[in-house]
């Protein structure tokens, strides 16, 4: 060890150079005093959205409430209020609830926002008297269910082929229409392929297309490059 002003040679635990009083800096001594790692934990951040859930919670649950204590109280039945208690539920269970959770699968609830839509929808039906749920909104909410929670689990699951399988999706979504208007014609009577050709043709124009850049090797290479795929 060397003073590292004039170079004089130190015994060892030499705290000052005795020629020329410069602090003796020692380089492996340094390195090895310093702390190679931290010993405390980390402390995962505090969440702010708890507080604000819990809000909404409170806000729906009593949004929900009033009506109905009006109603049985003032109207001596439910009514109207009915639909506020369903909405309100409706909106919670597909907007909020999912928040609750630090991993929001979209496969559970994209699906549970679907059924707590057709329950909505199957009150309405009942409440008016009407005849058009089975045979129409039930079968329609379901379709678009199945090609939304599809769209869901082609992005987020699987990274293979997203092209092929988008185009194969859009040629579903074209053929969807004619059961929409199939639900309609049975349901409502009518004409049947007034509107359904249409999209039809427009969705599996751009599905052959998709799908066709999903399995031509060079343009799925480009356009997953484009777009991020």
């Not at 049985?72 to 369903?86: A, E, I, K």
């Not at 053929?175 to 007034?194: D, P």
């Amino acid at each position: 060890m060397y003073c590292v002003k004039c170079g004089v040679r130190l015994q060892e635990g030499t705290e000052r150079c005795p020629l020329c009083e410069t602090p003796v800096w020692n380089p492996e001594g340094s390195a090895s005093a310093a702390p190679t790692f931290s010993d405390r934990y980390p402390v995962p951040p505090k969440s702010r959205r708890y507080p604000i859930l819990a809000f909404l919670t409170a806000f729906l649950i009593a949004a929900s409430l009033s009506p109905l204590i009006y109603c049985l109280t003032n109207l001596h039945g439910v009514y109207w209020s009915g639909y506020v208690m369903l909405g309100c539920a409706l909106f919670y269970f597909s907007v909020v609830f999912p928040f609750w959770f630090e991993r929001r699968e979209p496969l559970i609830f994209v699906p549970l926002a679907f059924v707590l839509t057709s329950g909505y929808l199957l009150y309405i039906c009942l409440y008016t008297g009407g005849r058009w749920f089975l045979s129409f909104a039930f079968p329609l909410t379901m379709l678009v269910g199945i090609l939304t929670t599809a769209a869901v689990a082609i992005f987020r699951l699987s990274r293979r082929r997203r092209l092929a399988k988008t185009g194969i999706l859009l040629i579903a979504i074209g053929c969807s229409t004619m059961l929409a208007e199939l639900f309609q014609h049975i349901t409502f009577g009518g004409r049947m392929f007034a509107w359904s050709l249409y999209p039809v043709c427009a969705f599996s124009i751009m599905g052959l297309f998709v799908f066709l850049c999903g399995v031509i090797p060079p343009w799925r290479a480009y356009f997953e490059r484009k777009l991020f795929l």
